[in-house]
C-alpha cells in the first residue's frame, strides 16, 4: 500500500520509520520536543490539516493525525506552512532550514534550539522524505 501524503497512513508509515531509523536514532538522541505542525489549504489541499508529533531521544513516543490544537496546548514547536511549501520541504524541493528562514515555513518555539539542531531536523526531514511515496 502507498502511503500518499497527507493521510493517517502516511503519519502512521512516518512513526514506524522514526522509530526504526539507526541513523535519525544516533543523531536525534538528544533531541527533547513535540512538534505540533498546521499545513494551510492550498492546491490539492482544501482544508487546514493538522498532525502532531512527540519525538523523544531518537524516538516517536506519539504521532496524531488531525489532532484538535486545544489537545496540545503546550508544544515544544508549532510549525505552519502552506501545502504547497510543506510538500516542497518533504520531496527536497526547498531546504527546511531556508523555508524556515524566509518564512515559508513558520515557528512557534526557540529557534536557538533548532538552531543547535540542525542535523536532527535535515535528519528528520529526510526521514520524513523516505517515508513519503506518494503526495495528494
Known amino acids: 500500500m502507498t502511503a500518499v501524503f497527507p493521510s493517517e ?11 526504526s531509523d539507526e541513523k535519525y536514532a544516533d543523531i536525534a538522541k538528544n533531541w527533547e520536543g513535540d512538534l505540533f505542525f498546521r499545513i494551510e489549504p492550498e492546491g490539492n489541499l482544501k482544508e487546514e490539516l493538522t498532525f502532531y508529533l512527540d519525538l523523544w531521544h531518537g524516538k516517536c513516543r506519539k504521532a496524531e493525525y488531525k489532532p484538535d490544537a486545544s489537545a496540545y496546548p503546550k508544544p515544544t514547536f508549532t510549525l505552519a506552512a502552506t501545502y504547497n511549501n510543506i510538500t516542497a520541504i518533504l520531496t527536497g524541493k526547498m531546504n527546511p532550514m531556508t523555508a524556515m528562514m524566509t518564512m515559508k515555513l513558520k515557528v512557534q518555539g526557540s529557534m536557538g534550539y533548532m538552531m543547535r539542531n540542525v542535523p536532527v531536523v535535515l535528519d528528520f526531514v529526510r526521514v520524513a522524505n523516505e517515508a513519503t511515496e506518494e503526495i495528494l
Open 9 to 19: 497512513e502516511w503519519l502512521k508509515g512516518l512513526e514506524t520509520k522514526l522509530n
